[in-house]
């Protein structure tokens, strides 16, 4: 809605919010509106981040390829199997373990329910940061996709800590 500025995120029309509200709070309905698409936006940064930790292993387990082809053949199969993966994760984080938060946020309704809706956006839906999600799921799914690989063999704990 524009209440903060910051740099790069325009404003968003109160009806827009409401709308978006609608749908994450109903099932059955997309988890989209328009251009507002947080799910989307959280699997993009998931399969961004992922990509680039991916692509600069800190070893091999066994031994590293000497193909680059074949680095670029293994490096693409983790990308594909985690692809999946990103789009439930996302969706389980923003909407599925979010719901009743967002059913109250678009229940809000009367004079001045926009600025309620986005005060009770902020105090419950990002209860959790989002980067500190971001790096938890990162973490497991690099543990996940590197054991499988047989790249390494680390806890999600270790992980979390940077410790590869």
């Not at 938060?101 to 956006?121: C, I, K, L, M, T």
């Amino acid at each position: 809605m524009g209440l903060d500025y910051k740099p790069g995120v325009s404003k968003e029309h109160w009806k827009r919010i409401w709308a978006l509200s609608r749908r994450l709070s109903t099932p059955g309905l997309g988890d989209e509106y328009d251009n507002l698409k947080p799910v989307a936006d959280l699997r993009k940064q998931l399969q961004d981040r992922l990509y680039v930790l991916l692509q600069n292993p800190l070893r091999w387990d066994p031994a590293e390829p000497t193909d680059d082809a074949h680095k670029q053949q293994v490096f693409d199969g983790l990308a594909n199997a985690l692809s999946a993966k990103t789009l439930d994760l996302a969706t389980r984080r923003v909407r599925a373990e979010r719901m009743p938060e967002w059913q109250s946020a678009f229940n809000q309704s009367g004079r001045g329910s926009s600025y309620a809706r986005v005060d009770h956006w902020r105090a419950h839906l990002r209860a959790s940061s989002l980067s500190q999600t971001l790096d938890e799921e990162l973490a497991t799914a690099r543990c996940e996709a590197c054991i499988a690989s047989g790249l390494a063999r680390r806890s999600p704990e270790r992980s979390a800590r940077g410790a590869w």
